[in-house]
């Protein structure tokens, strides 16, 4: 069987992982601060705070914001259930908008649904590629929505506008308009979950991008404190000489990245572009060169203009077929010892958000991208060969079934 996404796992990281656990210090400490400051370069943006997830970087965000009860979040349809959940977390309403036409969601249902109470919005870069950020970016300092905001603290009284939050848990490496993805807008945040590109096994970042006046660093040092139960020092500062002595000064979290999962990182950073990227990229280019033969075929954005995916996900529609048939063909392809999946069920078809009343007929671009989709394999170890073995699996499978 071909699996679907395993990680990618070398003697280079074993290493580095192997050092970690020797030398004596395994929990946040300078493998963790030295992947911080390596990502921050790498994604071209003034500081990075690592965390436990994706999911706690989307949330502490929001709540260092100050969103709460009465308080609207702009999120897409088509996403992950985390992009909501930590909406709901915070006691605020997720105000769902419909996909674009590609993916990703639509800038003007965004600007449709802005409301008084409307406080971030959170675009998703499916599968990799890059939403619309100059047109999202734009929308929020338009002087018609700038009118709209209505600030509820300090913080929202500083920007003075609608926050804008990627979740790019999908793009890290991905560009747009030569910039790379965490750099994109306001705030954007990074997963390193096991299936990622680049992997921490569990794990994420927040990249801190906000304007003047807003000053990053000390965001950053804020976020340390708030991401550890909200103690001034972390257990690292406090083994230096003579520096045992903390406070605490809020009820904060425990989010914070231990330095054995930061060493896989770091060794995954230092060949992520030319190897793992590169590599990503030509498993999609050889699915491309191979489906675009075929009428049925719907080809992902991978590269558009000055945009560029990180080639996360290879998500192959099927045009003309049902939900059902869609089914049937994952079916026989797994019959041919191929691991497919499917990204994402549209929150409106699960339960949670069903019994909150939201309708997947509101949302039919999303619906009918997900009912067509299949996800392939696509990671650094697969073999051309094996390549080869998926088009062949999803050739034999369509053409059967349709």
């Avoid at 003697?11 to 210090?25: K, P």
């Avoid at 436990?52 to 979040?73: P, Y």
């Avoid at 930590?86 to 997720?94: D, F, I, R, W, Y």
């Avoid at 139960?229 to 000064?249: L, N, P, R």
Wanted: proline residues 5%; contains cysteine; hydrophobic residues 40%.
């Amino acid at each position: 069987m071909i699996p679907f996404s395993p990680p990618h796992i070398t003697q280079r990281i074993i290493d580095e992982v192997t050092s970690a656990l020797r030398s004596g210090w395994i929990t946040t400490g300078a493998r963790t601060k030295q992947f911080e400051k390596e990502l921050a370069e790498y994604c071209g943006v003034p500081n990075v705070v690592c965390l436990n997830s994706a999911t706690a970087g989307l949330e502490v965000m929001l709540r260092w914001f100050g969103v709460a009860e009465g308080d609207e979040v702009i999120v897409p349809a088509y996403t992950y259930c985390a992009t909501a959940n930590v909406v709901l977390h915070c006691g605020a309403k997720p105000v769902m908008i419909d996909a674009a036409g590609d993916f990703n969601i639509s800038v003007k249902g965004i600007e449709a649904a802005i409301t008084s109470k409307t406080k971030v919005i959170i675009p998703v870069d499916i599968g990799g590629f890059p939403c619309d950020y100059n047109g999202i970016n734009s929308l929020v300092r338009k002087p018609t929505i700038v009118k709209k905001f209505l600030p509820a603290n300090e913080v929202q009284k500083k920007l003075r506008r609608i926050l804008v939050l990627a979740d790019a848990a999908h793009s890290v490496g991905a560009r747009y308009n030569s910039s790379k993805s965490g750099s994109l807008t306001d705030l954007s945040v990074l997963s390193f979950h096991a299936v990622k590109n680049l992997t921490t096994a569990e794990g994420g970042a927040v990249c801190l991008n906000l304007p003047e006046p807003f000053n990053n660093e000390l965001l950053y040092h804020e976020l340390c404190i708030k991401s550890l139960h909200g103690q001034t020092k972390d257990a690292f500062a406090k083994m230096q000489k003579g520096s045992w002595e903390y406070d605490v000064i809020e009820a904060g979290y425990k989010l914070n990245m231990p330095d054995v999962l930061a060493a896989i990182g770091l060794a995954q950073l230092s060949e992520y572009d030319n190897e793992i990227l590169k590599r990503r990229k030509n498993i999609s280019e050889q699915y491309e060169r191979a489906f675009t033969k075929y009428a049925w075929a719907q080809i992902p954005p991978g590269k558009h203009k000055n945009i560029e995916s990180s080639y996360h996900l290879y998500l192959l529609r099927i045009a003309g077929i049902d939900e059902h048939r869609r089914n049937k063909i994952i079916q026989k392809i797994f019959d041919r010892e191929v691991a497919v999946n499917v990204h994402f069920k549209p929150l409106p078809l699960l339960s949670l958000y069903k019994k909150l009343g939201y309708k997947m007929n509101d949302y039919p671009i999303a619906y009918d991208n997900y009912s067509r989709e299949i996800s392939l394999p696509l990671y650094f170890d697969l073999t051309d060969e094996q390549v080869n073995t998926v088009i062949s699996a999803v050739v034999s499978a369509v053409e059967e079934v349709i």
